[in-house]
């Protein structure tokens, strides 16, 4: 299976890691980045997180020809703290997210991730969990659908989208919500702005609800770090990224309460110095390799 992690070098690079250090992957996928992580820490411990029994059982046996200095831990990211609690793990020295869906989940047609193949209508990363992107087509009403796409899709005709989906119901497969998208929005608009992408998108993070556990990670991963500690984000669309950046911007500036005085007191201090103001993109070379990386953007954070 040919894997292409998104910008590998950059984010093992932006870790800067210690040989003896304690490391989290928090999204394992096919432990691309684990693997390079694994590598450099001999004398270290890395803890990879994910939902995905496939890629847990695959990332074991790729890992576990480098070393066997790790623990994979089933859970969604959002229990960072708890799960480390449990290991005895209180504070870290890097933690890397690369966030977005993984190529083998998009590739699987059983999965219902893709617009392009007919599959019934899935898209949970974690496949034991009750709520899919079914429930979510037939079983939310209309405001509800009109939300989903305007916030996570930022798709102008969600309202057209909606009305035409609540008229068709039941959708049961990806083709069919797909027709009906086109159905909605007229033929020109479809070829010309591809709606399935984003309306696609849009179910997809409803039901992995992927930008709430994104708000409530990032401030938890930066409690966790060690002074000089690194927190690396991955992200794929302009949602992620804005979250990522208004985190990092909150954590890296002095309050505003106290702006101006001559002496900052220390609880009003920034925790996180940015090691790269704009996001660094994937290379040339990379998206030659790769066109999937396309849309990604790396930030950099170190705990002071």
């Known amino acids: 299976m040919k894997h292409y992690s998104v910008l590998l070098n950059e984010s093992i690079l932006g870790l800067n890691i210690k040989e003896d250090g304690i490391y989290v992957d928090a999204t394992l996928g096919l432990g691309g980045h684990s693997k390079e992580i694994l590598k450099r820490i001999p004398k270290g411990h890395l803890y990879a997180f994910d939902e995905d029994i496939n890629a847990l ?35 870290i020295d890097g933690i ?83 027709n009906t998208i086109k159905l909605a929005v007229g033929n ?42 690194r927190i690396v984000v991955i992200t794929f669309h302009s949602l992620e990224d804005r979250i990522v950046k208004n985190t990092f911007k909150k954590y890296s500036s002095v309050d505003e309460l106290v702006k101006g005085l001559p002496e900052i007191p220390e609880k009003y201090k920034p925790v996180l110095k940015l090691i790269n103001k704009k ?19 790396l930030r950099i954070g170190e705990k002071i």
Do not use: C, W
Request: hydrophobic residues 40%.
């Open 279 to 297: 996001p660094i993109l994937p290379s040339s070379i990379e998206l030659e390799q790769n066109s999937r990386s396309k849309s990604a953007k």
């Open 57 to 91: 059982n695959y990332a074991d046996n790729i890992l576990k020809e480098v070393a066997s200095n790790f623990t994979l831990i089933k859970s969604n990211f959002v229990f960072l703290k708890e799960e480390l609690a449990k290991r005895n793990i209180n504070k």
């Open 96 to 178: 890397l997210f690369d966030l977005g869906v993984s190529s083998p989940q998009i590739d699987n047609p059983k999965r219902g991730f893709s617009f392009m193949n007919d599959a019934l209508l899935d898209m949970r990363m974690d496949e034991s969990q009750d709520l899919t992107a079914y429930n979510v087509v037939n079983e939310y009403n209309y405001n509800e659908l009109v939300d989903i796409f305007f916030k996570y899709g930022e798709e102008r005709l969600s309202k057209v989208i909606a009305k035409k989906i609540v008229e068709t119901r039941p959708i049961k497969t990806t083709l069919e919500l797909v």
């Open 188 to 229: 020109k608009y479809f070829n010309l702005n591809h709606p399935e992408r984003k309306i696609f998108q849009a179910i997809r993070i409803e039901v992995n609800k992927e930008l709430t556990v994104l708000e409530k990670v990032l401030p938890d991963a930066i409690d966790l770090l060690k002074p000089n500690g």
